[in-house]
């Protein structure tokens, strides 16, 4: 789980930790900002539009309280722990950028420049300053830089790596296994200033990591399956269809799993005076299910999902199912 910076008000991304989906399948959870208890403040609309390639969210605050506040808001990347997603079917957006999501932000319209704190752990312990003392990249993801510098360490300093738990012990060889086994965690962060009897809208979007499986009419059966992304007969039905209108019919589809956290939000002073969601599936084609009821269909790929005075009682995960079985990329 994420550690929040303390503030009397934090506004955070909840990225919590990554979770396994079907074969080598993971996605990592992202959420939007959360407002911590702050008397006065309240959120009164939240936008939030989900596609396999972007997220992108609105967020409408209004201070009602008697004086002015100004907090320190924080969006954390997801984490990235080497020991559990190096084999992953992962790819990160940006994987040379130490913001590997493309993450924006806007405050009343204008682009804001937060300030980026990166960090790497194996478990409790810090190895921050001995991963750049070797040039080594904080993210374990980063495959190409871990290679490269890989090529310039010795094998005396390379031993010392492995004893301090960052690459796998491959004792009574010579071959050096170069998956990085540490944990990275990054958070964006700036000082917001809520002025009194005023809004203040914040603004975000990111690519999000998502996972991908390959899926066959025998898993989208199952009850569990069903059950996870709320696939109803008709979704089924037209998940069968979609196979059948495969170049290989007997083979499989390739689903996306969008996950998001929204449940935190519960933690707010008060509910979300108006709650939008959008849902753009990417193709006319593609089978989209999630967990919402009262689902409105406003495009060839869009869906929308509205609520009033909103306390969220689950997080989401959107699953989108295309034909064909090739990994689909983020633009």
Not at 126 to 151: K, M, S, W, Y
Not at 247 to 272: F, K, Q, S
């Amino acid at each position: 789980m994420l550690r929040p910076l303390t503030a009397a008000l934090l506004v955070t991304g909840l990225l919590g930790a990554p979770a396994c989906a079907n074969d080598s399948a993971a996605e990592l959870d992202a959420g939007g900002l959360v407002l911590r208890r702050e008397p006065g403040i309240v959120l009164a609309s939240e936008d939030l539009s989900i596609a396999s390639d972007r997220i992108s969210v609105a967020y409408l605050f209004r201070n009602q309280g008697q004086e002015p506040r100004t907090v320190r808001i924080a969006f954390p990347l997801p984490p990235i722990d080497g020991r559990e997603l190096s084999f992953s079917a992962l790819a990160l957006p940006h994987p040379e950028a130490p913001n590997f999501v493309g993450f924006t932000v806007t405050v009343d319209g204008k682009p804001i420049a937060p300030e980026l704190e990166e960090r790497a752990f194996v478990g409790e312990r810090e190895v921050t300053d001995l991963l750049r003392q070797h040039g080594l990249p904080l993210n374990p993801l980063r495959f190409d830089a871990i290679r490269a510098a890989e090529t310039r360490i010795g094998e005396a300093e390379w031993g010392e790596l492995v004893k301090a738990g960052l690459f796998p012990d491959v004792a009574g060889t010579t071959d050096r296994m170069t998956e990085g086994l540490w944990r990275s965690e990054a958070k964006f962060h700036w000082l917001q200033t809520f002025p009194v009897g005023q809004e203040v809208r914040i603004a975000h979007s990111y690519a999000p990591v998502n996972g991908f499986h390959f899926l066959d009419m025998k898993e989208a059966s199952r009850a569990a399956y069903r059950t996870t992304y709320c696939l109803d007969e008709a979704g089924l039905a037209a998940i069968r269809r979609l196979r059948a209108r495969a170049a290989d019919p007997g083979g499989y589809l390739h689903a996306t799993v969008v996950p998001y956290i929204v449940t935190t939000a519960r933690n707010w002073a008060a509910p979300i005076g108006r709650f939008t969601l959008t849902v753009d599936k990417g193709s006319p084609e593609a089978v989209m299910s999630f967990c919402r009821t009262g689902i409105q269909k406003t495009g060839p790929t869009t869906f929308r999902w509205e609520a009033r005075d909103y306390v969220p009682d689950q997080d989401l995960r959107v699953l989108i199912v295309r034909p064909g079985s090739a990994p689909v990329g983020i633009r």
